[in-house]
């Protein structure tokens, strides 16, 4: 799902003109509403093809398979009345190329601006390069410190909501399914509270959050998540002390797991879903908004990217925690069995580690400038129809 991922929300967000009158109201309705179709199918999926999964494992494959086709022949078919924005091929490399251009002249005796500053080294490669191009390197880097804030997101939200799940009646690993349920089902409904109520009202108070203030709000939600895991942790080891608990087996293994309802997990969920909501929609508006013109496409993709490399990097979390818990009390903390750790120290742990990633994310949006490439593209426009070069200055 690599291409389609990093490629529909792109070709979503380009059915809208860039002359169009309210572009950047456009474009955050599209995000908010492809965000929530996303979370329709995965909701379709946990509540019903899980359940096929489980009573014909064979017609759960069969469900996805015609969904993926029926999928693809819709946006075949709906294709031939769609917008086709005329543009050419994205320039990444130009955009290489002016960061080799402008390491190269590294060296160089460095020049004093008129305000008596030290020119910024990116800035030397005027003399060979495009000012636009110089100005999409700088963009560039701005947004790849912004995505390493994203990629410790997504290795910590990845794990904020892992405990043992206790059965409430259905078989074994079924009702952990059916739980994340509630995680979409949080993200169905603050989509439209938020996008029809929440941010009207904050715009008429005259109090409108910008991107990356709702993205920094999304990372403190998700501290909010870890920490409530934590507590959910607690309860339930202390249910399991109390002799509240039976006997699960788990693949080999046989661990007396607390006799609870599986719905204490409902906040932890809802914090989450509220959290995805304020970081991920807006941080592909965020993205799309503020990429280069000539590297939309590929900035995208690091987007997922970022999202790929968080959940490959989350896979070690746990082991992480148990070496330096081992190295500090000589026990691990998140053993394979919970009763015998302190698996609330490692939510804590991840929800430490993601207060602090936020606050660097605070750190540099204070510092971000705002870019708005529209009215690039229509001085552009212009200029070219004039006769004159198409070069910003």
């Known amino acids: 799902t690599g291409g389609s991922k990093s490629n529909l929300g792109l070709y979503g967000a380009k059915q809208f003109p860039e002359h169009s009158e309210n572009l950047d109201q456009q474009l955050n309705t599209f995000f908010h509403w492809f965000y ?5 199918g995965a909701a379709i999926v946990h509540l019903g093809v899980a359940y096929l999964q489980e009573t014909y494992p064979f017609g759960g494959y069969v469900v996805i398979c015609v969904a993926v086709l029926l999928s693809g022949l819709v946006f075949i078919v709906g294709k031939c009345g769609w917008y086709e924005p005329d543009e050419g091929q994205e320039q990444v490399l130009s955009i290489v190329r002016g960061i080799v251009s402008a390491s190269r002249r590294a060296s ?3 020049h004093r601006a008129p305000g008596g500053c030290l020119e910024r ?4 490669a005027n003399e060979s390069r495009a000012r636009e191009e110089v100005d999409d390197v700088k963009q560039l880097f701005s947004l790849l410190w912004i995505f390493l804030c994203f990629i410790l997101y997504f290795t910590l939200n990845s794990q904020s909501q892992r405990l043992r799940l206790p059965t409430f009646g259905g078989t074994e690993g079924t009702d952990g399914v059916f739980l994340n349920v509630f995680n979409e089902a949080t993200i169905l409904l603050t989509i439209p509270i938020m996008h029809w109520l929440v941010y009207p009202w904050m715009a008429r108070v005259g109090r409108e959050l910008t991107s990356l203030e709702r993205i920094g709000i999304g990372m403190i939600l998700s501290v909010a998540s870890m920490i409530a895991a934590a507590l ?3 309860y339930r080891r202390e249910q399991v002390l109390n002799g509240n608990f039976f006997i699960q087996q788990i693949s080999n293994h046989k661990i007396h797991a607390a006799d609870m309802t599986v719905f204490v997990q409902v906040p932890q969920f809802l914090l989450s879903g509220m959290s995805e909501v304020m970081t991920l929609i807006t941080g592909q508006y965020f993205v799309y908004t503020q990429a280069p013109m000539r590297a939309k496409g590929t900035v995208m993709g690091l987007l997922l990217l970022m999202w790929g490399l968080g959940n490959y990097f989350s896979l070690g979390l746990s082991a992480l925690f148990n070496a330096i818990s081992y190295k500090m009390t000589g026990k691990q903390w998140f053993p394979l069995e919970l009763n015998d750790g302190r698996a609330e120290w490692f939510f804590l742990f991840l929800a430490i580690f993601m207060l602090l990633n936020a606050v660097f994310f605070l750190f540099l949006a204070q510092r971000y400038k705002y ?7 229509l001085l552009a426009d212009v200029n070219v129809n004039a006769g004159t070069p198409n070069v910003i200055t």
């Open 36 to 40: 929530w179709c996303r979370n329709v």
């Open 108 to 110: 160089r005796p460095v």
């Open 121 to 124: 080294w990116l800035d030397r």
């Open 232 to 234: 959910v942790e607690v």
């Open 371 to 377: 870019k708005t490439y529209r009215s690039y593209r």
